[in-house]
């Protein structure tokens, strides 16, 4: 059987900025380590991270003797990096076969995708488990195996430098609530995976490693049902389990009583898609028709965070339509609720896509008050006017202050700590390198 591997293409540099701290960060593809999982034969999966591809080739020689290499783009950020990847393979290897798949960038970009890597590249659309048995026996007519709508276990034996990580599992997938700026705005929300499953695969996932890990629950949308909770509660304690995790959700999902018994059961931080606190911003963005409900459901449920003491992220998105008094309302909510709120990202909403799928995006938010979209750096990026008032560099200077305001650095280095930064990466090393920064380039606060 002819040798595969994995790669998770890494980037040229941290899109967010090339401070030190931003290179320690480790973003595990667990939809590659998925797709890995399934194949009969052992697939290792390597991380390209910040690494260029002469030197992530360099550190896995081994790469280039393998016969087929899947290459998963994770974002346009990856693009160039994989332009050069596939270049070095092929130089070194005539013979390799190479798969590239990564439906967010590829399916609705087509033609821009294929244009940019050489003809014998295999590209592929949707989910990369409707091809595991063809890539497997080289035959593009075999039986699909998988189904690709259910998470299936991941193998973290196959991970290459797993140390380097904090474990995710993968929860449930898609989410389907219509809201504008969403990828999975019409994807529709998979069943949970059930809680004893999810707890074996995790009793699998840490017996892996030799220290204490914490795990995050991949979700979209995580949306328990009260039966879920239960389950996945008495199955934790009957193991005498005591890992903690983190996973993501909408403010108007999760309830107090749900909460409380998650916490019980490990829950440690609890990232939350507010988005916004501005009535007129929560229907813009299609993330209620009812906004007074939906901003009554947000207090609430970081309430029971603060009661819980579950460390609540609070997501703030600046999107087209956004004046003074908006962000003022977002920051009152803000204000309100600080002692409930552990820290706070907030970004300007970006476009992803060339084309037509560019042009969808400029002509939504131009109707919901946007002045148009401009390229960044990175061509499939696209930074937004995002009014007359907050032009795109004005919106990420907001986001600066209000991340400043709302994040200290200790909470900051929590967060990213728990589910983000190599384990190795600690403590001293960030604040050492937090010290070196500018204020204009410090997403946190003192």
Not at 30 to 36: K, N, P, R, S
Not at 377 to 403: F, H, P
Request: charged share 25%.
């Amino acid at each position: 059987m002819s040798k595969i591997v994995a790669v998770s293409a890494g980037m040229l540099s941290p899109k967010k900025g090339n401070e030190p701290y931003r290179r320690a960060h480790r973003y595990l593809n667990y939809g590659l380590l998925g797709l890995a999982s399934k194949f009969r034969a052992k697939v290792p999966v390597y991380h390209g991270h910040f690494d260029s591809p002469t030197v992530f080739l360099e550190k896995y020689p081994e790469i280039l003797l393998a016969d087929t290499v899947l290459l998963s783009l994770p974002s346009f950020y990856a693009v160039e990096w994989s332009q050069i990847l596939v270049r070095n393979l092929l130089k070194n290897n005539k013979n390799v076969k190479v798969h590239i798949g990564g439906r967010w960038v590829i399916d609705q970009n087509w033609d821009y995708i294929v244009a940019k890597f050489p003809s014998d590249v295999v590209l592929h659309k949707g989910m990369g488990e409707l091809i595991v048995s063809q890539i497997e026996t080289s035959k593009p007519d075999a039986p699909i195996r998988a189904n690709p709508a259910s998470p299936a276990p991941l193998n973290y034996r196959l991970l290459v430098d797993r140390n380097a990580f904090q474990p995710s599992v993968e929860v449930s997938r898609g989410c389907g609530l219509g809201c504008a700026f969403c990828e999975e705005a019409n994807e529709r929300l998979t069943p949970m995976k059930p809680a004893v499953t999810l707890l074996d695969e995790i009793e699998d996932i840490l017996s892996c490693y030799d220290d204490t890990r914490n795990l995050y629950f991949e979700s979209s949308m995580f949306a328990p049902s009260t039966r879920w909770v239960q389950e996945f509660s008495r199955e934790y304690h009957r193991r005498n389990m005591s890992f903690k995790w983190r996973t993501e959700s909408r403010v108007d999902v999760l309830d107090a009583a749900k909460l409380s018994k998650l916490s019980g059961a490990g829950l440690d931080v609890l990232d939350l898609g507010l988005e916004t606190a501005s009535p007129s911003q929560v229907v813009n963005m299609g993330k209620s028709k009812n906004p007074i409900a939906y901003l009554s459901k947000a207090r609430e449920i970081l309430s029971a965070c603060e009661i819980n003491d579950v460390k609540a992220k609070v997501n703030i998105l600046l999107y087209p339509g956004e004046s003074q008094k908006t962000i003022d309302e977002t920051l009152a909510f803000l204000v309100e609720n600080k002692n409930a709120v552990f820290g706070v990202s907030t970004y300007p909403v970006v476009v992803y896509g060339m084309g037509e799928r560019a042009i969808y995006f400029s002509e939504l938010y131009s109707n919901q008050g946007a002045l148009g979209i401009q390229p960044t750096d990175t061509e499939g990026v696209w930074s937004v006017e995002i009014s007359e008032e907050i032009d795109a560099q004005r919106s990420k200077e907001i986001a600066l202050e209000i991340a400043q305001t709302f994040m200290p650095a200790e909470n900051y280095f929590a967060l990213k700590s728990f589910s983000y930064l190599d384990p190795r990466y600690g403590r001293d090393d960030f604040l050492h390198d937090a010290s070196t920064l500018k204020c204009e380039e410090r997403p946190f606060g003192e």
